[in-house]
């Protein structure tokens, strides 16, 4: 092989493993910023899970809630 050639592939090496070097490096970073995201988004959700089950309470309408879900169990089974 001439040394141009090598000199071609050589970079072409470079550039590869330079390439591939600072994918990882950004794949590892956004994976380990999203890393609490999965928390936050539970809290929030629990809150909000608590937030509809006061205003339910609050309304009272967990007795209508209940007489409306056994009714329509009711009609499904055929009881």
Do not use: P
């Not at 493993?17 to 929030?44: K, M, P, S």
């Not at 899970?49 to 309408?61: K, N, S, V």
């Amino acid at each position: 092989m001439s040394d141009t050639t090598l000199r071609a592939a050589l970079a072409l090496h470079r550039a590869a493993q330079t390439w591939t070097t600072h994918l990882l490096a950004r794949t590892t970073n956004a994976a380990r910023r999203d890393r609490g995201a999965g928390f936050v988004e539970y809290a929030g959700l629990m809150i909000l899970i608590a937030g509809i089950f006061t205003l339910i309470d609050q309304l009272g309408l967990n007795g209508r809630i209940s007489q409306a879900i056994g009714n329509a169990v009711d009609k499904v089974i055929g009881g």
